[in-house]
């Protein structure tokens, strides 16, 4: 389980022990010590003994995750759109999303925005993939 190892090499420092030493008043070796600090990782014993050490919150020892907000870039295609009673001159949207999907791109919405009449000559569609 992580752990944040700031905290315990911070503890350790105001208290002015060596690896060793905290080693020794943890009853953990100097070996785990080390690893907790280098990896931040421990085991649920581990941390439960550093807790008690520092006099802490078992809880206050795990690591908090930052949470990283995902950042999409958004593209739109205009299609020509007929649909009439036979769907004659549909276009193949299919083929355009396995095109779009090669490059990461996917489907996020179609619009198909009406004329006064209620008709549309084409179509919109909203295509988003994940930026770094």
């Not at 315990?8 to 030493?21: A, F």
């Not at 083929?95 to 925005?113: D, H, M, R, T, Y």
């Not at 009449?117 to 919109?124: K, R």
Request: hydrophobic share 40%; aromatic share 8%.
């Amino acid at each position: 389980m992580k752990i944040d190892a700031a905290l315990i090499i911070r503890h350790r420092i105001l208290k002015g022990w060596t690896q060793e030493q905290l080693a020794g008043a943890s009853g953990l070796s100097k070996r785990t010590i080390q690893r907790v600090e280098r990896e931040a990782s421990a085991s649920m014993e581990t941390q439960k003994a550093l807790a008690a050490t520092f006099n802490l919150d078992y809880a206050s020892l795990t690591l908090k995750e930052a949470r990283v907000m995902k950042k999409y870039e958004y593209k739109t295609v205009e299609l020509p759109f007929k649909l009439r009673f036979f769907k004659s001159e549909t276009p193949d949207v299919q083929s355009l999303l396995n095109a779009e999907g090669q490059n990461g791109w996917q489907l996020k919405q179609v619009v198909i925005p009406a004329s006064g009449f209620g008709e549309s000559d084409s179509m919109v569609v909203i295509l988003e993939r994940e930026t770094e």
